[in-house]
């Protein structure tokens, strides 16, 4: 069994709230990316109270209202479906913090978390503030959605993004790792996937192995699931017929992201 794969466990924690998936420290190898995706029906709500860990509120499809820190964002939200590749709004709340997710459509929403001392102003981060690129050339092609790039100084550690892989492409690729902590070369960064295929029945590959291959496992994943990076490079393949979508979550000592690619398969970025 993978020590880094983890399949939708779903448990309806009240009527109309259901966790399909939930990482954090104490159940994974990851000390600094926690991770939660819930299912929240129309006029259902599902509150949670942050200790020392700052939360990113991703409404991946559907309409939810968010309540932190005596605001509310009302009807936030964008799309049915994550493959309509259009952007989603999210809302940042700082650690020792309490919020409340209620969904106005049935809805699925991303808690991305990560560890914090001090606190920030809670942030509505609009679908039309992420940032748009579009990165590669040839099988490397995918559409990218920064919804808290390092560029945005709204969390203290969390980097959150959007990835869409077209059909028969690789994606985060040529292989790349974030694992040591040296500045201004690489940065260490732990890493969360969460995946969904177009259609629902398709799969991709991803690898998560080290130089030294202490780490070195080869997983076909499934829509829904979750890969977690604790170090090493993460290439992902997506088969013929099928789209591939993740959410990525990163996070380490310093909100920073500086990559490196593995020399032998660097040479695919000079291509012409």
């Not at 129309?42 to 991703?58: D, F, H, R, W």
């Not at 959150?160 to 960064?189: A, C, I, M, R």
């Not at 977690?228 to 959410?247: C, F, I, N, R, T």
């Amino acid at each position: 069994m993978s020590k880094l794969l983890r399949k939708p466990n779903t448990i309806e924690t009240s009527p109309g709230v259901t966790i399909v998936q939930e990482v954090n420290s104490e159940n994974s190898p990851l000390e600094y990316v926690g991770f939660k995706v819930v299912d929240i029906g129309p006029g259902a709500k599902y509150t949670e109270n942050l200790s020392q860990v700052e939360c990113c509120i991703v409404a991946l499809t559907g309409k939810i209202n968010v309540s932190a820190s005596e605001e509310v964002f009302e009807n936030i939200g964008t799309r049915e479906s994550v493959f309509e590749k259009k952007p989603t709004d999210s809302v940042y709340v700082s650690n020792d913090r309490s919020f409340e997710v209620e969904g106005v459509t049935q809805a699925r929403v991303a808690l991305c978390y990560s560890p914090s001392n001090k606190q920030l102003p809670t942030k509505l981060i609009k679908a039309d503030e992420n940032g748009i690129e579009n990165r590669g050339k040839y099988s490397n092609k995918r559409l990218v959605h920064n919804i808290l790039p390092d560029t945005n100084p709204s969390a203290n550690s969390l980097l959150v993004v959007e990835v869409f892989t077209e059909s028969g492409n690789w994606s985060s690729y040529p292989p790349h790792k974030h694992d040591q902590d040296n500045l201004p070369d690489e940065s260490f960064l732990e890493e969360s996937y969460y995946h969904e295929m177009n259609p629902q029945q398709g799969f991709v590959f991803q690898r998560v192995y080290t130089d030294d291959r202490s780490i070195d496992e080869t997983m076909a994943v499934e829509h829904g699931d979750v890969v977690l990076v604790p170090a090493g490079y993460h290439p992902v393949g997506v088969p013929d017929g099928y789209e591939s979508y993740y959410l990525n979550v990163m996070a380490g000592p310093t909100r920073i992201w500086k990559f490196y690619n593995e020399p032998a398969h660097e040479w695919i970025l000079n291509r012409k």
